[in-house]
């Protein structure tokens, strides 16, 4: 891959796929709200070789997004687009739910801003007739936890939006890969109270990512056992299920 776009590419594992990926001759563009934060993955980048782009802007504004995005495909044109910017909300210590401001915001980032990204650029990448689109979903997307239904629901929505894609795009050369990852260590992860089973760190699944974009896989599901354990609940009669997953439950910290 010579020239890549990863939005949520100030911390976490948009920052380590970022990493991971910079080399000589590639190109890297990172997008995010944090200009302080995206300068100083940028200038990880260009340590190891790489040449990078960075804009400030919000995933869920659909104007400036295309307009940067179409300016930086003229410029060089992308193979892989990556929408990976998430933000996540449940129920809260105090027990209240999510609320329909953050249900909103969950939904507006995770599933319309990934939208944002991949929409404008699908018509270059049919035309070119190659690329490669990497969704980060999550193992939520498997099965509704009981206590992030609007984060669920997005996740849920953007792995269908790439199963949906995949079999249409690979008849035009672009390739799809769904990415559901388990827990990992980010400041996501740190508002998250709660048992977080397969812990993995965001090197390792971005290293995950990567190997799967370069294997040309559909699907990437990082650690495998925690997303066939989800899979296979949803194969339950709902009331077996639903008790399954209470086992699941977990709050979300406002820090
Ligand atoms: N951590 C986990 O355990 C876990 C598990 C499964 C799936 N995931 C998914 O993996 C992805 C990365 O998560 P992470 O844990 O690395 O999260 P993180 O450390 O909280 O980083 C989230 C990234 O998204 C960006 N972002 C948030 N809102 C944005 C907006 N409106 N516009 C543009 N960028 C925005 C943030 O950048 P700015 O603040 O600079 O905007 C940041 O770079 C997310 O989609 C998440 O849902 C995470």
Known sequence: MKSIVITGASRGLGAAMARHWAAPGVTVALIGRDAVALAAVAAACEAAGATTRQAVLDVRDATAMSAQLLAWDNALPFDLVVANAGVTAGTRPDGGLEGPEAAA??????????????????????ARGAGRVVLVASVAAFR???DSPAYCASK????AYGESLRPLLALRGVGVTTVAPGFFHSAMSEKFIANQPFKLTAETVAARV??????????CIVP?????????LELLPAPIADRAVRLFRF?????
């Open 144 to 146: 509704g936890l009981p």
């Open 251 to 255: 709050s979300v910290s406002d820090g």
């Open 156 to 159: 849920a929505g953007l792995w």
């Open 105 to 126: 915001l969950v939904i507006g980032v995770n599933l319309q801003g990934a939208l944002n990204l991949v929409e404008p650029l699908l018509p270059r990448l049919l």
């Open 224 to 232: 495998r056992r925690m997303g066939y354990m989800l899979r296979l």
């Open 210 to 219: 990567a190997r799967a974009v370069a294997k040309g896989r559909g699907r």
